[in-house]
C-alpha cells in the first residue's frame, strides 16, 4: 500500500505564540476592571432608587391617612405609627397654616412610620424624617376650614444635617368633603 502524499509541513502543529497570549489576557484584563469599576456606581444607583421609592410610600401613606380622616376629624388628625408608641405624635391641625420646627415622625428602613420616641431611642433605624407642611389658602375654596394644602416632606438620612439630607416634597389637597 502506498501512503499519501502530504504537503512539507507534515509534522508541525500551530499553536499561539506567548506575543499573542499576552496580548489576549491583557484585553480580558481590561474588560475585567471596566466592570469591576462600574459596580459602585450601579450598588449607589441602586439605593438611590430605593430611597426615592421608599419615600414616595411613606408621603403616600400619610397623605392617605390624611385624606381618610379628613372628613370627620379635620382639625385633630393623627397618623399610625407601627411601633404602637405612647403618647401619639401631635395631633395635626388642617383648618391653619403651619409650619414644623422639628419633624413629628420617622420612618424606618422598611418604609413604616415610628414616633420620635423610638427613633430617639433607636437612632440608626430612623431613616427618614417626616415634616408635615399645611397651608390653608387653596385656591377655588372660599372657607379656609374646609380644604387645606398639605406638603410631606421626606427627608433621608433622618439623622443628617439639613444641608446634607436629600428630601422629596409631596404635595396634596386635603378637603372635608
Given at each position: 500500500?502506498?501512503?499519501?502524499?502530504?504537503?512539507?509541513?507534515q509534522g508541525k502543529r500551530h499553536g499561539f505564540s506567548l506575543a499573542e497570549v499576552v496580548i489576549a489576557l491583557g484585553v480580558i484584563t481590561v474588560g475585567v476592571v471596566a466592570v469591576l469599576a462600574i459596580f459602585p456606581t450601579s450598588l449607589q444607583t441602586g439605593h438611590s432608587a430605593q430611597d426615592e421609592t421608599r419615600?414616595?410610600?411613606?408621603?403616600?401613606?400619610?397623605?392617605?391617612?390624611?385624606?381618610?380622616?379628613?372628613?370627620?376629624?379635620?382639625?385633630?388628625?393623627?397618623?399610625?405609627?407601627?411601633?404602637?408608641?405612647?403618647?401619639?405624635?401631635?395631633?395635626?391641625?388642617?383648618?391653619?397654616?403651619?409650619?414644623?420646627?422639628?419633624?413629628?415622625?420617622?420612618?424606618?428602613?422598611?418604609?413604616?412610620?415610628?414616633?420620635?420616641?423610638?427613633?430617639?431611642?433607636?437612632?440608626?433605624?430612623?431613616?427618614?424624617?417626616?415634616?408635615?407642611?399645611?397651608?390653608?389658602?387653596?385656591?377655588?375654596?372660599?372657607?379656609?376650614?374646609?380644604?387645606?394644602?398639605?406638603?410631606?416632606?421626606?427627608?433621608?438620612?433622618?439623622?443628617?444635617?439639613?444641608?446634607?439630607?436629600?428630601?422629596?416634597?409631596?404635595?396634596?389637597?386635603?378637603?372635608?368633603?
Amino acid at each position: 500500500m502506498k501512503s499519501p502524499i502530504v504537503s512539507g509541513q507534515q509534522g508541525k502543529r500551530h499553536g499561539f505564540s506567548l506575543a499573542e497570549v499576552v496580548i489576549a489576557l491583557g484585553v480580558i484584563t481590561v474588560g475585567v476592571v471596566a466592570v469591576l469599576a462600574i459596580f459602585p456606581t450601579s450598588l449607589q444607583t441602586g439605593h438611590s432608587a430605593q430611597d426615592e421609592t421608599r419615600a414616595a410610600h411613606i408621603a403616600q401613606s400619610v397623605l392617605g391617612s390624611l385624606v381618610a380622616q379628613a372628613p370627620s376629624q379635620f382639625s385633630a388628625l393623627r397618623l399610625p405609627v407601627s411601633d404602637n408608641a405612647t403618647p401619639t405624635p401631635a395631633p395635626i391641625d388642617l383648618t391653619a397654616s403651619s409650619s414644623p420646627t422639628t419633624p413629628t415622625l420617622y420612618g424606618d428602613n422598611d418604609g413604616q412610620l415610628v414616633s420620635v420616641q423610638f427613633a430617639t431611642q433607636n437612632p440608626t433605624k430612623a431613616v427618614y424624617a417626616i415634616f408635615i407642611y399645611t397651608n390653608n389658602s387653596v385656591p377655588g375654596f372660599t372657607d379656609p376650614a374646609s380644604a387645606n394644602v398639605v406638603t410631606v416632606r421626606v427627608a433621608w438620612p433622618a439623622n443628617a444635617p439639613a444641608a446634607n439630607q436629600t428630601f422629596r416634597d409631596y404635595v396634596r389637597i386635603v378637603s372635608k368633603y
